[in-house]
């Protein structure tokens, strides 16, 4: 699997980065070289192995369908870059 | 001449105890080394009022005899965990500013046991790197030297801030965090004992999340008696973090018996990797003689898929980063960069001033495994040759008891360097990382010095929540290797 520019500017829209044309030609090498280099993983046969969901063998705790915790908009929008009370602000996404 | 910071955390826990030292004391002295190491870069804020503020009241409860079991102890916090009205920026760009309003379940735990916070530590930047070069707020120099070399040399990472406070005795104690070696490798650079405890542990919650299923939080310090110390303040069930174990904490001090007899240490064949360098080869059979002195029995092992672990890796870490960074946003917290006016355009700007290039790289090899298409081919691949990974391990521990290999494949090198190749970097973990795809707890004790006069460390991995095996036979190798060796940084001020 190889990957040219093209997909390099694509991947970087769906990852929402931003990419000057200088690194977006470098990631071409860099991404090629890093995929090729797990591409080793196909020497293995996997059949049948289950893919790994967890490390530690135990059942996901289950609590009360109930709300435990909120009700402080100024401590959530502390961080906001920008925020109108009690909301974060974003640029007019509908005209 | 000895000072308050030569004593180690369990030397100065017995002081306070005896009521021969006062936290005040402990405190001050080692805020004045803090601002000494100031060249060094380990520190992105330091927190001397709260430190004294924190230590006072150490005192008191000590007084009225309610002391934790790290009452008055001076730690330094990586900068990945959530420390309520302290700026925390996981070495980036993209969380300038950002001062949580809530506190991670780890650092509370170590409040609530008497710890005293000194400051906060530089890293890679989301602790993605094993050099500490890729951190936003510039890279930390290790206190270490090579023999008749002046060149900077790195601490290793991600915990590399962590690692030079401890090495250049500036705090008693750190905490790191673990997702493929981060803890480990520079605990190896710096000759300082790093412990990266069972997946579920120590809570995640309010760590800055890199791949959920891979990080965890852990302690690193001069000696295995402090991290044992120090991992018994950090640890416990957490329901915050759903991958929380619910089991009690035991005391790991009162596992360094120091008797190995019956004990049964694995030695994997496939660790023996081309190009390491003879002396980590010869510190392995070292390491190897000094078990089997203590009574231990010694078996050749397999662990056939090792060398898909990093491969692995590195396909899981990335898609699960690509997942957990895409919540900077420029919306909640952090940096804002507006582009042209548009929501998109305000999403790309920031992200693409955010992140640094490593983050960049790794964000986009997980985007694309991730993607249509692709999924199955990689990241479904990579989850499998995961379970053969622990696999492996799951069937060496019907074997032995504990395997024993080498920290990292050489010794610390020079800023600068590896800095050209993503994969040479990568490969620093090779020895880690496999024991990380399993969740497994492992430590890296420093056991030894390379011809320039660099540490280097060996490492013991075992069971799923038997870290007081790993702590005993660890303690073994740390007396048995009588490592003592100091950094240029200390040397020079003896």
Redesign the interface.
Same mark, same amino acid.
């Given at each position: 699997m190889s990957i040219d520019k093209d997909t390099v500017t694509g991947i970087a829209k769906l990852a929402r980065i931003r990419l000057e044309e200088a690194q977006a030609d470098a990631l071409v090498g860099e991404l090629n070289n890093i995929l090729s280099w797990v591409e080793q993983l196909g020497e293995l046969d996997t059949e049948g192995v289950a893919p790994m969901t967890s490390v530690v063998e135990r059942k996901l705790p289950l609590r009360e369908d109930k709300v435990t915790d909120g009700g402080y908009p100024e401590k959530i929008l502390a961080n906001a870059p920008e925020a109108a009370d009690p909301f974060f602000t974003v640029p007019k996404v509908v005209e | 001449m000895s000072t308050l910071t030569d004593l180690t955390l369990a030397e100065a826990r017995d002081a306070l105890a005896k009521g021969e030292l006062s936290s005040k004391e402990l405190t001050e002295a080692h805020i004045a080394a803090v601002e000494q190491v100031r060249p060094l870069n380990a520190f992105i804020t330091e927190t001397p009022e709260r430190a004294m503020e924190m230590a006072e009241r150490a005192d008191q409860r000590r007084a009225s005899g309610e002391a934790g079991v790290l009452e008055g102890i001076p730690l330094a916090i990586k900068d990945l965990f959530c420390t309520e009205g302290v700026l925390t920026t996981a070495g980036s760009h993209i969380l300038d500013? +950002? @001062? =949580?309003?809530?506190e991670s379940t780890v650092t509370a735990n170590l409040w609530r046991a008497g710890g005293v916070l000194l400051g906060k530590t530089n890293l890679d930047e989301f602790a993605m790197g094993s050099s500490n070069m890729t951190s936003y707020h510039g890279p930390v120099e290790s206190p270490w030297k090579r023999r008749g070399d002046n060149r900077k040399l790195v601490p290793g990472g991600s915990s590399g801030g962590s690692a030079t406070a401890v090495s250049a005795r500036c705090a008693l104690g750190a905490t790191g965090t673990d997702t493929g070696g981060s803890i480990r490798q520079p605990a190896s650079f710096t000759g300082i004992v790093g412990f990266k405890p069972?997946? &579920?542990r120590c809570s995640r919650w309010g760590v800055v999340a890199f791949a959920s299923?891979l990080d965890q939080p852990g302690p690193m310090t001069r000696t295995v008696r402090d991290s044992a110390i120090m991992l018994r303040g950090m640890a416990g069930y957490d =329901?915050k973090d759903?991958?929380s174990?619910?089991l009690p904490v035991p005391n790991y001090e009162a596992a360094l018996t120091g008797d190995l007899r019956g004990l049964k240490v694995g030695v994997p064949k496939e660790y023996r990797v081309d190009d390491m360098p003879q002396e980590i080869e010869d510190l392995w059979k070292a390491g190897i003689d000094w078990l089997k002195a203590a009574g231990v029995e010694i078996k050749e092992i397999s662990l056939p898929?090792t060398k898909?672990a990093l =491969?692995?890796y590195? %396909?899981v870490a990335p898609a699960e980063a690509?997942s957990n960074l895409?919540r900077y946003? &420029?919306?909640?917290?952090? *940096?804002?960069v507006?582009?042209e006016?548009? *929501? @998109?355009?305000?999403?790309?700007?920031t /992200?693409?001033?955010g +992140?640094g290039?490593e983050v960049? /790289?790794r964000?986009? %090899?997980g @985007?694309?495994v991730l993607?249509a298409g692709y999924y199955d081919a990689?990241y479904?691949?990579?989850? /499998?040759? /995961?379970? *053969?990974i622990?696999g492996d391990f799951k069937g060496a521990f019907a074997e032995v008891d504990l395997i024993l290999t080498p920290t990292a494949p050489s010794e610390a090198f020079a800023e600068g360097e590896k800095m050209d190749d993503? %994969?040479a970097m990568y490969l620093n973990d090779v020895f880690t990382v496999p024991s990380s *795809?399993?969740?497994l707890p492992a430590i890296s004790v420093p056991t030894g010095l390379s011809a320039n006069g660099l540490p280097l460390g060996l490492q013991l991995i075992g069971r799923?929540f038997d870290e007081e095996t790993v702590f005993r036979v660890g303690a073994v190798l740390e007396e048995a290797s009588g490592f003592d060796a100091l950094p240029a940084w200390l040397a020079e001020r003896c």
């Open positions: - | 500013g +950002f @001062t =949580p309003t809530y069972t997946y &579920g299923s =329901p759903s991958t174990v619910d898929h898909y =491969p692995t590195y %396909i690509s895409a946003d &420029g919306v909640r917290y952090g *940096l804002r507006e582009g006016g548009d *929501l @998109t355009s305000m999403y790309e700007a /992200r693409g001033e +992140f290039q960049k /790289r964000v986009m %090899i @985007t694309y993607s990689y479904n691949k990579a989850r /499998r040759v /995961r379970t *053969l622990a993503p %994969i *795809l399993a969740g799923a």
